[in-house]
C-alpha cells in the first residue's frame, strides 16, 4: 500500500475545526498513540528514512496494537511512501523479538490525535508531547498507483482550510530526535 500524506504544523485547533466543519469533514474520534520506534542493527533507519514502530492505539476503552514499516518517502513535497501495517496481540513479546534480533529501541513518540474524515482521505489534528499542534491528511493507494493526483486534492484540502505553509515531510520521530541517526 501507498500512504499519500501531507502534514503541516498548525496554530490555532479550534479555527481548523470550525473549518473542517464548513467542507463537511466528520470527526471520527480521539485516540491516544505511544509509538516505539527501532532501528535496524544492519542498515541505520535514519539514514535510509525507513521506520519500523510499534503503535499503542487507545480509543476510549478499546486497546490495538500495531507493527507498521514505512518505505522511504517517494517524492520531494509530501511524506508519501509505502506502507505496511499488522495488528499484534502483545508488544512486549514482539519489542523482545525485536531486540533478540538486534533491533534497538531508540525513542518514544506519544501523541493525542483527533480524526476527522472528509470521503477518502483521513485528517488528522494531533498534539504530540513536547512538539505542539500538527494536522496529517493522508489517504491510501494500491502500490504501483500513480499518487500525484491525489497529493493536489490533499493539497487543495489544506488551502481550504486556510493552511498554505508550514508543511513539513520531517516525522514526528525526526522532529522530536533530530539526532535520531546517530543513535
Known amino acids: 500500500m501507498i500512504e499519500v500524506e501531507v502534514k503541516a504544523k ?4 479550534e479555527a481548523v475545526k470550525t473549518l473542517l466543519k464548513e467542507i463537511n469533514a466528520k470527526k471520527s474520534h480521539v485516540e491516544h498513540q505511544e509509538d516505539s520506534y527501532f532501528n535496524n542493527p544492519l542498515k541505520d533507519f535514519g539514514k535510509t528514512d525507513e521506520a519500523l514502530r510499534i503503535r499503542k492505539v ?7 496494537i500495531f507493527i507498521t514499516y514505512k ?4 517524492d520531494k513535497t509530501s511524506k508519501t511512501r509505502e506502507e505496511i501495517e499488522v495488528g499484534i496481540e502483545d508488544s512486549e513479546k514482539i519489542d523482545k523479538i525485536f ?3 538486534g533491533f534497538k529501541k531508540v525513542a518514544d513518540v ?3 490525535r483527533t480524526i476527522y474524515n472528509l470521503n477518502q482521505y483521513i485528517i488528522s489534528l494531533d ?3 513536547d512538539l505542539g499542534p500538527y494536522m496529517e491528511i493522508e489517504t491510501d493507494l494500491e502500490d504501483g498507483s500513480e499518487f500525484k493526483e491525489e497529493l493536489d ?3 487543495d484540502i489544506f488551502k481550504k482550510l486556510g493552511i498554505n505553509d ?3 515531510r520531517t516525522s514526528y520521530l525526526e522532529l522530536l530526535y533530530p539526532n535520531i541517526s546517530k543513535q
Do not use: R, W
Not at 10 to 13: A, E, G, R, S, V
Not at 71 to 74: D, L, R, T
Open 58 to 64: 487507545t480509543i476510549k476503552n478499546k486497546f490495538e
Open 127 to 129: 498534539e504530540v508531547k
Open 153 to 155: 486534492k490533499i493539497f
Open 166 to 168: 508550514g508543511f513539513e
Open 110 to 112: 506519544i501523541k493525542n
Open 99 to 101: 531486540q533478540h534480533l
Open 10 to 13: 498548525i496554530k490555532d485547533f
Open 71 to 74: 518505505g522511504p518517502k517517494i
